[in-house]
T-cell receptor
Framework: DAGVTQSPTHLIKTRGQQVTLRCSPKSGHDTVSWYQQALGQGPQFIFQYYEEEERQRGNFPDRFSGHQFPNYSSELNVNALLLGDSALYLC????????????????FGPGTRLTVL | RKEVEQDPGPFNVPEGATVAFNCTYSNSASQSFFWYRQDCRKEPKLLMSVYSSGNEDGRFTAQLNRASQYISLLIRDSKLSDSATYLCEASGGYNKLIFGAGTRLAVHP
C-alpha cells in the first residue's frame, strides 16, 4: 500500500516565478491538506481539500492556490514567488470525518523542498 | 501568543532516562490532539493520538489536560533512536490544524 507521495522532491525557482507541487494521497483517503514548514518551525496549515473543493484555509495569501482532482490527488500552486516562500511543503492525507468524536489521523508525504533565489 | 506552544529544547538526556514534553494550546474548542515525530529533513510521522483518558504505547505515554489546556508526552527508557523533534498538534475538528514548533530531543550514550 503506497503512502502519500509528493513530487518533485526538490525545486529551485527564482523570485517572481510560479510553481506547482503535486500530491497523491494514501489509498483510501479522500482529504488532502497542505502545509508549509520553514526551518525550525512547525508545519503551518495552508488549506485543505475535500470533494474537489477547498474546505478550510489558513493565513496564507491568494498567491497560494490549489486543486483536487476526482482521484483525490492534489496540486498546490504558488504565484509570484518570494524569498520567504522557501520551505518544505508537506502534503497530508486523511479521511474526512470523525471516529468516536476524534478526527481521523493524517499521514504526511515526504515533502517538496522549495528554494527561492 | 502562539496558538500551540512547545518548549523548543533541546532536551539532552542520557540513554535510559525518562523525559517529558508539554504542549499548551490556547483554543479551548480544540478537539483533536496528536503527537508526531520528525527526523531531520524528513516529514512528520504520527506517533500517537492523545485522549482525555490518556494512552500508552510501549515506552510512550500521552496525556491530555483539558482544564489546563495542555498535552504531554512521556518517554521512558530513552533510546538513541528516540532523538528527533517532537511536534504536537491541537485542532478544532476539520478546522485550523495547528502545530507547535516542536521540541528537539537528543539522547546521548
Amino acid at each position: 500500500d503506497a503512502g502519500v507521495t509528493q513530487s518533485p522532491t526538490h525545486l529551485i525557482k527564482t523570485r517572481g516565478q510560479q510553481v506547482t507541487l503535486r500530491c497523491s494521497p494514501k489509498s483510501g483517503h479522500d482529504t488532502v491538506s497542505w502545509y508549509q514548514q520553514a526551518l525550525g518551525q512547525g508545519p503551518q496549515f495552508i488549506f485543505q481539500y475535500y470533494e474537489e473543493e477547498e474546505r478550510q484555509r489558513g493565513n496564507f495569501p491568494d498567491r497560494f492556490s490549489g486543486h483536487q482532482f476526482p482521484n483525490y490527488s492534489s496540486e498546490l500552486n504558488v504565484n509570484a514567488l518570494l524569498l520567504g516562500d522557501s520551505a518544505l511543503y508537506l502534503c497530508a492525507s486523511s479521511s474526512l470525518g470523525w471516529t468516536s468524536g476524534r478526527r481521523y489521523e493524517q499521514f504526511f508525504g515526504p515533502g517538496t523542498r522549495l528554494t527561492v533565489l | 501568543r502562539k496558538e500551540v506552544e512547545q518548549d523548543p529544547g533541546p532536551f539532552n538526556v542520557p540513554e535510559g532516562a525518562t523525559v517529558a514534553f508539554n504542549c499548551t494550546y490556547s483554543n479551548s474548542a480544540s478537539q483533536s490532539f496528536f503527537w508526531y515525530r520528525q527526523d531531520c529533513r524528513k516529514e512528520p510521522k504520527l506517533l500517537m493520538s492523545v485522549y482525555s483518558s490518556g494512552n500508552e504505547d510501549g515506552r510512550f505515554t500521552a496525556q491530555l489536560n483539558r482544564a489546563s489546556q495542555y498535552i504531554s508526552l512521556l518517554i521512558r527508557d530513552s533510546k538513541l533512536s528516540d532523538s528527533a523533534t517532537y511536534l504536537c498538534e491541537a485542532s478544532g475538528g476539520y478546522n485550523k490544524l495547528i502545530f507547535g514548533a516542536g521540541t528537539r530531543l537528543a539522547v546521548h550514550p
